[in-house]
């Protein structure tokens, strides 16, 4: 017999995604937009977000530089929350709340993006970051939940939010990772067409 546990995490992350495609379609829409207009213009991808959705960071990073579904050159894309001696020498000589907005601040610069996750939308770090790259003039891309916290009073009209419809962490960083995959197959997409299964 299938624990019923089990089965209802998988209903309960499947039913979330239907229901999120939905709402979400348009925001992922213009945030592949967003980026590949910043990559085509030279620009870079910067990334930040803390546990699972530091993991996230990585992931998407290395699906830029290294490749999705097809061979491609690298594009420029950085994850945030990798040197572990910039993480720990901001952390310990500033503060843990600095540790994504100095590195914004070193590498930013207009006309990047910032890809800012957090499943709650209250990340104290994401939100410095945030606030640093508008200063650079980078726009934001913010990947959210539970109804996109201070994170999603901060975003302005040139931003991007894309905010689960959902409470619970692990179904949001479940979408947050569809999401990605979303993003990653847009660029390419925009990069070479719709064909490449054909």
Do not use: W
């Not at 699972?52 to 530089?65: I, P, W």
């Not at 996750?117 to 539970?146: C, P, W, Y």
Request: with cysteine; proline share 3%.
């Amino acid at each position: 017999m299938t624990n019923p546990r089990i089965l209802a995490h998988f209903q309960e992350s499947a039913d979330l995604k239907m229901k999120a495609a939905n709402v979400l379609a348009q925001p992922i829409e213009q945030a592949i937009e967003l980026m590949f207009t910043a990559l085509s213009n030279g620009n870079k991808i910067l990334a930040c977000g803390n546990g699972g959705s530091a993991a996230d960071c990585q992931h998407f990073a290395a699906e830029l530089v290294g490749r999705f579904e097809r061979e491609r050159l690298p594009l420029p894309a950085m994850a945030l929350t990798t040197d572990t001696s910039i993480l720990t020498a901001v952390g310990n000589d500033y503060s843990y709340q600095e540790i994504f907005s100095k590195q914004v601040q070193a590498f930013g610069q207009a006309g990047d993006i910032l890809l800012a996750f957090s499943t709650s939308g209250n990340s104290g770090n994401v939100l410095a970051a945030i606030e640093v790259a508008h200063e650079r003039d980078m726009r934001v891309i913010a990947l959210t939940g539970k109804g996109g916290g201070t994170i999603g009073k901060t975003l302005n009209d040139t931003d991007v939010h894309i905010c689960v419809p959902h409470d619970r962490t692990a179904r949001i960083q479940e979408v947050h990772l569809v999401t990605l995959h979303c993003i990653c197959d847009g660029i390419d997409v925009a990069l070479f067409g719709d064909d490449a299964n054909e």
